[in-house]
């Protein structure tokens, strides 16, 4: 069985730090442009930042710029998320996404049209 398992969520201070690890099991992460989903409660999920198969290209909301960094290692099969100064509006259920045909690049709309993810790491943001 296909499936991406995320993990690293947790309950943390305003301006603390989490690393969220998203891995695969049953397949390679290597051919995927991989992108991270926030969702908070009561809204819709929405692309936080993606990166392309080789790390080089990445982009980021404009809501998580200059506080989250996503990276990935090939040797794990795995891509972070490494989420500095946190806010309580960062709080949510956190899900790493892909193309299921395999796109290697971040498309400009990839929260629309990504189409398989995992179950989601849920981080709360509060003091």
């Known amino acids: 069985q296909l499936t991406l398992v995320e993990s690293g969520g947790g309950l943390v201070q305003p301006g603390g730090s989490l690393r969220l690890s998203c891995a695969a099991s049953?397949?390679?992460?290597?051919?995927?442009?991989i992108g991270w989903f926030r969702q908070a409660p009561g809204k819709e999920r929405e692309g936080i930042s993606c990166?392309?198969?080789?790390?080089?290209?990445?982009s980021y909301a404009d809501s998580v710029k200059g506080r989250f960094t996503i990276s990935r290692d090939i040797a794990k099969n795995a891509v972070y998320l490494q989420m500095d100064n946190l806010k309580p509006e960062d709080t949510g259920t956190y899900s790493c996404?892909?193309?299921?045909?395999?796109?290697?690049?971040?498309?400009?709309?990839?929260?629309?049209?990504?189409?398989?993810w995992g179950k989601g790491t849920v981080v709360t943001v509060s003091s």
């Open positions: 996404g892909l193309h299921s045909e395999g796109k290697k690049i971040c498309l400009p709309n990839y929260e629309h049209t990504m189409d398989f």
């Open positions: 990166v392309s198969t080789t790390g080089v290209g990445t």
């Open positions: 049953g397949f390679s992460l290597d051919y995927y442009a």
